[in-house]
């Protein structure tokens, strides 16, 4: 099982961005796909995650501004961020089960 997220960068307070989530050897489709971020001197926390159905759950710190999807076709997790603050700067994750990506840096700076 792999997972290869992809999409973190550098962006102003105010924008967005949209993380991606490549997974490999699992049926993709039949999961349950999270994201949690880790922020400097936190630790690492849930911020969304979505059923195989398609329900969705959010951290309160992130409800309204990010907004989790998938595509079982492409066995793909995405998390839209939009309105994005300092706060938010962090390693995003993306997680299925038991396995963890490497996870991608975004930070939110002007």
């Known amino acids: 099982v792999q997972l290869v997220e992809s999409g973190g960068d550098l962006v102003q307070p105010g924008g967005s961005l949209r993380l991606s989530c490549a997974a490999s050897g699992i049926r993709f489709s039949i999961n349950r796909m999270d994201w949690y971020r880790q922020r400097p001197g936190k630790e690492r926390e849930l911020v969304a995650s979505?059923?195989?159905?398609?329900?969705?759950n959010y951290a309160d710190s992130v409800k309204g501004r990010f907004t989790i999807s998938r595509d079982n076709a492409k066995n793909t997790v995405y998390l839209q961020m939009n309105t994005l603050k300092p706060e938010d700067t962090a390693v995003y994750y993306c997680?299925?089960?038991?396995?963890w990506g490497q996870g991608t840096q975004v930070t939110v700076s002007s």
């Open positions: 979505i059923t195989s159905g398609g329900s969705t």
């Open positions: 997680k299925v089960a038991l396995i």
